[in-house]
């Protein structure tokens, strides 16, 4: 599968956030505090289901929000630019695309070493997604998680045990949950 | 699906341009007509090949809220756990997956503090236990697909 990486290398650290803050029903901050202005909210909420496909989506926008175009534009440049917008594009329906086997594989990295193990996985050309979350003992001895998407069963077994191979030692275990049907894929709705 | 909609898909995952006519200014990159970009992205989206077109927000830098949850969901109850979960406008995407825990979904929140909220309810509607692993760090995020 040929892939084009657009932030691969780029680590978000929460720095501040705990990990008994995490816990649940604890209080959970604004990862980066980055808080959004009200105009920035409207032309969320004028977008959160896509663009207009029209000639002109950005004036489409603007009339939605009640600003001039132009500072749609600006604001969405400035958006872009922060990160607030990861990008500006189609979102594919990879299984549409024939992207039938997607598989969440989840790591046993003890905790020192889940830093170093995301960071070889997140490098990786051919997983879309890679974090580290909670394990929750003794069921759930799983801190690393990396999507991966092949159109064959056996396509996918080989990503996984390159995974394998790049994690080595660092993990003491695995599990890949394919996903059997999509339930519901809307997206961010404020 | 023919070729010229493949380049579309291949190029258009990103890197849209912001301008008074983005269209046009992707199709003259693309060597098509705007009207027919216009076309086909519309015509993919109709047919399900491209689930948006638009900006992608990122939840947490705009203060919001944003953790992964599974559940185990007995077989005969799927179903109808699924409508209860999906019924919650704060549950971005909900996937069955093959395992104990077989219900795996996103919930964004536009305050943090909600998530908790959303999860308390689902456990309270459901009467199953949700089991909540947000991300303590993010390695990647971003992987485009070829069509």
């Known amino acids: ?190 | 699906m023919d070729d010229t909609d493949r380049r579309i898909v291949n190029a258009l995952q990103g890197g849209f341009p912001i301008a008074e006519r983005p269209f046009a200014a992707a199709a003259e990159a693309l060597g098509l007509e705007e009207a027919d970009l216009l076309a086909r992205i519309k015509a993919m989206r109709d047919d399900g090949v491209i689930s948006r077109f638009g900006p992608l927000w990122h939840a947490e830098k705009m203060g919001g809220g944003l953790t992964l949850s599974a559940m185990s969901v007995p077989a005969e109850r799927f179903d109808d756990v699924a409508a209860i979960v999906n019924s919650f406008p704060e549950v971005a995407h909900n996937y069955a997956r093959d395992h104990a825990l077989n219900m795996w979904f996103v919930v964004a929140t536009e305050r943090p503090e909600r998530i908790a909220e959303v999860l308390a309810e689902i456990e309270a509607r459901t009467g199953l236990a949700v089991h909540d692993m947000p991300k303590i760090e993010e390695f990647f995020v971003g992987l485009r697909f070829e069509a």
Request: hydrophobic share 45%; with cysteine; proline share 6%.
């Open chain 1, 1 to 190: 599968m040929k892939i084009e990486q657009s932030e691969r290398g780029s680590v978000e650290r929460p720095g501040a956030l705990a990990e008994e803050s995490q816990a649940r029903g604890g209080a959970r901050p604004a990862l980066e505090g980055q808080i959004i202005d009200t105009i920035d909210r409207a032309i969320v909420k004028a977008t959160q289901d896509g663009l207009p496909l029209v000639e002109r989506p950005y004036h489409a926008v603007a009339e939605t929000v009640g600003i001039p175009p132009e500072e749609v534009m600006e604001r969405l440049e400035r958006l872009l630019a922060a990160g607030v917008i990861r990008r500006i594009g189609l979102v594919p329906n990879h299984y549409a695309l024939g992207y039938g086997f997607n598989g969440m594989t989840v790591w046993d990295v003890a905790d020192g070493d889940v830093s170093e193990a995301g960071r070889l996985v997140g490098e990786l050309d051919f997983v879309s997604h890679c974090y580290h979350r909670p394990r929750a003992l003794p069921d759930w001895p799983y801190s690393l998680f990396a999507m991966i998407h092949a159109k064959e069963r056996v396509a996918a077994d080989a990503l996984v045990a390159r995974i394998a191979a790049t994690l080595g030692p660092l993990s003491s275990g695995h599990l890949v949950l394919f996903s059997s049907r999509i339930l519901k894929k809307t997206g961010l709705r404020l």
